[in-house]
């Protein structure tokens, strides 16, 4: 029998009641419209393709819409034969995961947020990305976590870029330093939640977050903007899982040369 691996994508942190808020300035949104038009446009098959999601569900209607968000910017090259089901789970502790198994083939995407979030959707597609669509499918070598994973986000060539500047950025900057420090840099209280941290800082997990990111800026998808603005917003250091625009310049950059090379953009 197949060994199923997991990403998950881990929910809460400490303070989930933080209150959003917005750090965009004037007309932040408008700006993010604009967007809509960045970018060299989609190429190959449609990644909407290899997805199925009833419509009749809410998980289903947000996936849709995220679906046609990636539609816009970037395209793959091949169809999954079996189109990957995105339904909904009641599973607690973590918003959403992607699963596949010790052949390399993916099974599933779950979403148990509620309300569901796109960015979590996008997130788990992220994962997708990286296990199979980066190098071709990825096996699963041992239990999640325990690092028996290699995925391209880990260590392919083709992501050498990426990780630089994933590794370069402020954000990763905060997230080592309350590594050391035990203490959130944004509110000054004690981190008790390690694993939460450490997982934080994969580079499995910064992949599908600066993926959903990447989504949201290049689509111009304006509930998505708002979705991440309020992650900006919170005021623990769940805050830094999303770069600032600025701070977020080079990954986008690194992102545009992967999707180019891979033959995914114009
Ligand atoms: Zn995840």
Redesign the pocket.
Known sequence: MAIVLV????GKGPHPSGSPQSIHGKGGLAVHEDKAEYGPGPAGEKLSASFKASKKTTVGLVAGEVLEAIDKVHGLNRVMEQPIPIKSSTAKGRN???RYNSRGEAMDISISTYPTKLLTVA??I??FIDQQMVEGPKKAHGAWGMGGEELPSDGSPLLKEWREAVKNSDSAAQLRKMRTTGIDPFSGEKIYDWRYLLNLCSY??MF??SYSQYITTGSGNANMMDELDTKRGMKYYDRYKYLTDEDFEPIATAFDNLFKKLGWTK
């Open positions: 990403l998950r994508h881990m959403g995961q992607f997130h788990e992220g994962h499995g997990e599908a977050r």
